[in-house]
């Protein structure tokens, strides 16, 4: 079997969010006011804009990162975790507020999380005012940890320059401003971004299609949505293409999504065609899955090769 080929180098630009996660497993969560003992609690490198810059950077992209830490322990791990990857820090501000800081539960039974993020310095996310990063960059990645109003500007600065921009709308948010949607390229929600983002109930193929239609009408360009073991829709005014997923037994989907979005941009910015570029994503964010944890269980193109050759996924 055929490994592979590396991506052409791209330049990617993401903007977004740098979280410490606190992972902690559970069987049940606890009753109020009841102690249970969970497996250990640790702490993982996450946050969904740093989780796409790595997911970027092991798909063999140039990447480079706009964010914001605190001046504190976690922001100084998170930095120099995202510099072992190869990502240029140089855009990341430092806060006096806290560095972000998410507390994810795991259910161990069936791979689900749920989670609570504290925002702190990722409020202070700023772009800077010349336009260099954005000439440099063949895509912009976006999601919506960091203010609304940096995620309008970037998508209208990157279309300046005729740079492509995917916005992962998660955190799912009910009321996004048509500015946004309007002006990037690709809105990538999952099933729950999309139904809070339409109104409508979304839990299968059709009726993701259906929904992702009302974002066309609200302006958006294209929509791919990412159904978990269900694969991805991309839906455009013309045409609607589905890409099924590798089967998988999940056992932590946090940053499966992440994975996704930022293997989806290194594809379509390396000139993969869209069914192409999703295929790869889709493998992506299925082998996220079978680790614990967002950035350790991001796989690197060798890894994404061993599973694809395990698999027998082409
Ligand atoms: O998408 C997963 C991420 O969401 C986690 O890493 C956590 O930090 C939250 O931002």
Known sequence: MSSPKPAPPVNVLVIGSIN???????????????????????????????????????????????????????????RSSLEDDHIDCRLIRTSTRGTGTAVILLDRATGQNAIMVGPGAND???????????????????????????????AVRAREFDVPVILDPAPAQADLPDALLKSVT??????????????????????????????????????????????????????AHHVAAPVIEAIDTTAAGDAFTGTLGVGLAAGLDMPTAMKRACQVGALTCTQLGAQPSIPDLKALSRFKEAMRVY
């Open 20 to 78: 410490m996660d606190v992972l902690t497993p559970l069987r049940r969560l606890p009753e109020p006011g009841e102690t249970i003992h969970v497996e250990d609690i640790t702490l993982v490198p996450g946050g969904k804009g740093a989780n796409t810059a790595v997911a970027a950077a092991r798909q063999g992209a140039t990447v480079r990162f706009i964010g914001c830490v605190g001046d504190d322990a976690f922001g100084k791990q998170l």
């Open 124 to 154: 202070e996310v700023l772009l800077p005012k010349d336009d260099e990063v954005f000439k440099w960059a063949d895509i912009v990645l976006l999601q919506l940890e960091t203010p609304l109003s940096v995620n309008i500007e970037a």
């Open 186 to 239: 690709i809105t990538s929600p999952n099933e729950s971004e999309l139904s809070l983002l339409t109104g409508k109930q979304v839990d299968n193929i059709d009726a993701a299609e259906a929904a992702a239609r009302l974002l066309l009408d609200r302006g958006c360009q294209q929509i791919v949505v990412k159904l978990g073991e269900k694969g991805a829709l991309w839906i455009t005014h013309e045409q």
